[in-house]
């Protein structure tokens, strides 16, 4: 999975260069109110030109605390998510995909998560992938969420 991530990547940011030759515009982002990724290897976005790309963020609070529940830790990640989003300037009308991750994913599960989503997004559902998963990075994580988002409203819309 991880070297699949890294190709994405690499495509997207060729892909994205403003012309045949040109590196992209790489900025990094890490808002305050967030916990410090560095330690850990990664940055919380990135914006490549007009998008955002946000790293998966999980229930864990700015100190680190991770609730129990399920549905406790889509709402904060969905909270991590909009502060992500501040950061680089975006509103969750602007995110065009998400990709979503599930430690042993049910319908219970799947109702919460739809609960949070609506709660967040409204009637703007961006496109998503669910993904179960038999455990994700920290010891009792149930739930992540990365995303990208476009940066330009205008471009959104079309």
Sequence with gaps: MKHLIQTV???AMLTFATTPGEAAEIRTVNPDGLYDPAPNGY?????????AFIAGQGGETETGDLAPEFEAQVA?????????????????????????????????KLAALTRQLKAVFGSHLPTQTLVPVPRLALDGMLFEVDAIAVLKSEDAAR
């Design 9 to 11: 990547g690499a495509i």
């Design 76 to 108: 904060q990640a969905y909270r991590n998510l909009a502060v992500a989003l501040d950061g680089v300037g975006a509103r969750p009308e602007q995110v065009v995909r998400l990709t979503t991750y599930v430690v042993d994913h049910d319908q219970v």
């Design 43 to 51: 940055s919380h976005a990135m914006i490549v030109n007009d998008l």
